[in-house]
């Protein structure tokens, strides 16, 4: 089994500019890369170093003081020599767009529908980018940090 740094190197060598930044920690690589490069970036992992298998994409806040605000993990995996790898995206909050990575993996649909739903990130070029959990007519993305606990409608106890 290949060591998921190997991978970033690879990264690197293809184009310098796809990496950011590299975490490495409790046994897991994160590859922070540029948004404009984010399917790039999966083409190349999907089709040259067999990383198949979208297993995961999920976004987060870290709060309205925080910039950048936003970002979005995709947890990657390979069928092949069972390696991990996490790429991350940083997301401005005056500008929380990346492009959708649907074409890569069709799995990514849901995903990114949720990570819209609940942090109001969006995804360019996603083939149905509207709500999945919530309500059509929520008020406001539930998981940003900023969210109030009690939701943006009067609240009683009664």
Do not use: Q
Not at 5 to 19: I, Y
């Amino acid at each position: 089994m290949a060591n998921p740094l190997d991978f970033v190197e690879k990264l690197k060598e293809h184009d310098a500019s796809w990496v950011n930044d590299v975490l490495s920690a409790h046994g897991e690589v994160t590859v922070c890369v540029p948004r404009e490069s984010i399917i790039d970036v999966c083409t190349v992992l999907r089709d040259e170093h067999k990383f198949d298998m979208l297993a995961d994409l999920c976004g987060g806040d870290l709060g309205p003081e925080e910039e950048p605000r936003f970002f979005v993990n995709y947890h990657l995996f390979s069928t092949t020599h069972h390696n991990r790898l996490r790429v991350k995206v940083l997301l401005s909050e005056d500008d929380p767009k990346v492009a959708s990575v649907t074409p890569v993996w069709k799995t990514a649909n849901w995903h990114e529908r949720e990570t819209y739903d609940f942090f109001g990130i969006i995804f360019d070029g996603h083939p149905d980018l509207r709500r999945i959990l919530l309500p059509s007519d929520f008020d406001g993305f539930a998981l940003r940090k900023d969210y109030p606990l009690r939701g943006y409608e009067p609240y009683s106890l009664n």
